[in-house]
């Protein structure tokens, strides 16, 4: 077993892993029990997983759990406390969520974004998540107000 301590939604969270290079999904999920990331497609295509890691986005499926030590990791429930974070809000103000499954990456991405400095149509741009859902217009109209 190997001992890890990382930086999740501002808490030092230490972990007991039995392969360093556990993918960072897992932990968040199985061991400290955040299960608003969700598992996608496993290969870094469909977003489902997004995280920020120091600010930046990043697939928490592909992600080994060792390499986030010392860094500063950031999942949907670290956000915001109360969804007022401006890309949670257009979400709600949009009504996009259909069945929701992908939504925590995609706000996550959106967020990266938004911290890239980046708005509204570069936004769109850079979102390269998947949602078998479809709600791609309605995506796309909450990321044009920010």
Known sequence: MTTLTIN???????VSVSDPSMP????LRDLIGLTGTKYG???EVCGACTVLIDGQPEHSCVFD????VGKKVVTIEGLSSDTSHPAQKAWIDHQVPQCGYCQS???????GAMAAGHRGSEIQGELQNLCV??????????VSTL
């Open 133 to 142: 859902c479809g709600t791609y217009q309605r995506i796309k109209e909450a």
């Open 24 to 27: 960072l999904l897992w932990v």
């Open 65 to 68: 759990s060792s390499s986030a």
């Open 105 to 111: 990456g995609m706000i996550m991405s959106c967020a």
């Open 41 to 43: 497609c496993g290969i």
């Open 8 to 14: 999740v939604n501002g808490v030092n969270r230490t």
